[in-house]
């Protein structure tokens, strides 16, 4: 009978395996978690800013009390808010910029302050009345206009040249100027001498009053 080489599997033993070969520690790279922790901080701090550009609020001043064009501002007639600011409104924050000057527009309560709700110019005099001349596109001038500028009201005769007319131009100054109609038709308020307002009123009703503004319409 020839030899049997002899196979350890087939007696029931398994062949021996090679012991695993040890993992040494992974190598760590500094510069990666620098880089991981600078990502980190950049994510709150803009978050931060986010959080804070959206949600703060600043104190304004708005509208307390009714006060009507020329009045003076009063303390009293001012109030503090806390708004979150729209870049394009700049309401003022600041009571001195408006205690001590006039209302160049009717403030109504409610509404915020800005620098071009106030002037500093007289706009009615105590030798002065207040009258409403409605006009059309050709009876004032393209320009728009502001409370605070210097007029001219002048007579515009009709063709027959016997309407009434004034007998002089008359100087003025325009306290409030009202939306347009639907014929454009827009009524401006304008100060002038008492002692000519009966006239400037009838020739006005006639609708015979043209405006111009004084200069370069400061």
């Known amino acids: ?95 001195s910029l408006v205690v001590g000057k006039r209302a160049a527009v009717g403030l109504v309560p409610g509404t915020l302050i800005t620098r071009a709700d106030v002037t500093d110019t007289q706009l009615i005099g105590s030798d002065q009345v207040q009258v409403g001349i409605a006009t059309t596109v050709n009876q004032r001038p393209a320009t728009p206009l502001t409370p605070g500028q210097k007029v001219t009201l002048i007579g515009i005769p009709d063709a027959s040249a016997n309407g009434p007319a004034l007998a002089s131009p008359v100087s003025g100054t325009v306290v409030l100027v009202g939306p347009a109609d639907t014929q454009q038709t827009v009524v401006v308020d304008v100060a002038i001498p008492a002692n000519l307002a009966t006239q400037v009123e009838v020739v006005a009703g006639q609708g015979k009053i043209g405006i111009v503004l004084d200069g370069a319409g400061s």
């Open 1 to 95: 009978m020839a030899d049997t080489a002899y196979q350890p599997e087939t007696a029931g033993f398994a062949l021996p395996t090679a012991a695993p070969r040890p993992v040494g520690p992974r190598r760590r790279r500094p510069g990666l978690l620098v880089m991981a922790a600078a990502l980190i901080l950049t994510g709150i701090l803009s978050g931060a800013w986010l959080y804070n550009s959206t949600g703060q609020r600043y104190e304004v001043l708005a509208v307390a009390k009714q006060v009507p064009v020329g009045a003076l501002i009063t303390s009293d007639d001012l109030t503090k808010v806390r708004i979150s600011l729209d870049p394009g409104i700049k309401p003022v924050s600041d009571a």
